[in-house]
Every structure is written in C-alpha cells, then in structure tokens.
C-alpha cells in the first residue's frame, strides 16, 4: 500500500498570503488529523477529520481551517500568513479515529517571509 | 487535557551501548505510539503499545498504563538510530494525539 502522501513538500510564501496544504491517507483510511510542529512549540493538534466531518480541533485562530472530501483525502488552508506560521506541517492517517495506529506523512515545510 | 513527558531531553551514547526513553503521561489513554522523526522530518512509526511489551529486533517497548509510564528501549545503538524519538498519546474523549517534547538522541561512532 502507498502511505501517505503530502503536497507540496515545501513552499514558500510571503506575509498576507493564503496557502492551502494537500494530504492523500492511505488507502482505506478515513480518519485524517494535522499536526505543526515548530521548534518552539513542538508538535501541536490543528485538526481530525473522520467521514467529511471535523471531530477535533486544536487551539489555532480561525485562519488555520481545513476540509475533508468522500475519498477521505484533505486539505488544511491557512489564510493571512504570519512569520509564525513557518512550520513543518504533518498529516495522519488512520483507519478510524482514537484507538488505531497513526502513519504519517511526510510533511509539509511551510516558510513565511 | 493529558500532559506528556519524556526523559531525558537529550542522550549522546557511543555506537553499540544500550539506552531508555521514558514516557510519563498524566491520564487515562487508549493508545500510544513511539515514533522515530528523521532528519528530513518524517515521524516513523516504531510502536503502538497501549499496554504490555513488544519488540522489534533491536527496539523493544512497555508501557504500564495503570502507571502512566512507557519505556523504549533501544540496545547495540547504530548511528543511525539518532534522530528525536516522540511519544504520543490519546485518550478517548480528546481523539487528538498528544506528545512529548521528544528525547534527541545522538549515537557517536
């Protein structure tokens, strides 16, 4: 089986700009949850999507926001890029939510100039 | 919401000495993981050990849950066994993973 996919792998972005991230969760996967990590926050919880809906959310402002479609892939966008947003971004997969085994992928590096 | 500790911080070991991460955590949780991050960023999965022991080759994991700890274990380190190795977890309720700090561990030849 694939595992799971993140596009793009890196990107650079000015200040004021939005950016939307793609992740693709291994097949049969329909649980998805975002995760940033920064070195001085570590990793952190943005979001869990499981069938279309969002069942978690992290303590992110409302410009970080994020979707997930029938084939369970998923998007995250964050609008009005600050300098502090430069972060890698990581995307999990799992079969269903809570008591499975989360794989990775392997990430997103975001720089905000 | 759960609160995730791991020790130490950082270890520098010589090729082929035999190490152990601790992972304390402060609740009740359904599922732990240990993961490996690469240099190029990626979280590898090493375990996912709610309760008990198991093992991988050189890599071996037990975590006590009724107290709250989880020890990895990693014997005849190989230099490429550096990198910063993290802990997560999850209870029920929250459905989101939490994790530790992570342990960075260096293995010199």
């Known amino acids: 089986k694939a595992g799971v996919t993140q596009t793009p792998r890196y990107l650079i972005k000015t200040r004021g700009q939005q950016v939307t991230l793609s992740c693709s969760p291994i097949s049969g996967h329909r649980s998805v949850s975002w995760y940033q990590q920064t070195p001085g926050q570590g990793l952190q919880f943005l979001f869990e999507y499981f069938s279309e809906t969002q069942r978690n959310k992290g303590n992110f402002p409302g410009r970080f926001s994020g979707r997930q479609f029938s084939n369970s892939r998923s998007e995250m966008n964050v609008s009005t890029l600050e300098l502090g947003d430069s972060a890698l971004y990581l995307c999990a997969s799992e079969i269903t939510p809570s008591t499975d085994t989360q794989y990775f992928g392997p990430g997103t590096r975001l720089t905000v100039l | 919401g759960i609160q995730v500790e791991q020790s130490p911080p950082d270890l520098i070991l010589q090729e082929g000495a035999n190490s152990t991460l601790r992972c304390n955590f402060s609740?009740?949780?359904?599922?732990l993981q240990w993961f490996h991050q690469n240099p190029w960023g990626q979280l590898i999965n090493l375990f996912y050990?709610?309760?008990g022991t198991k093992q991988n080759g050189r890599l071996s994991a037990t975590t006590v849950a009724t107290e709250r700890y989880s020890l990895l274990y990693i014997s005849s380190s190989q230099t490429t066994d550096s990198g910063v190795y993290f802990c997560?977890?999850?209870?029920?309720?929250?459905?989101?993973?939490?994790f530790g700090d992570g342990t960075t561990l260096t293995v010199k030849p």
């Open positions: 609740d009740s949780v359904n599922n």
């Open positions: 997560a977890v999850k209870d029920a309720n929250a459905g989101k993973s939490t």
């Open positions: 050990i709610p309760s």
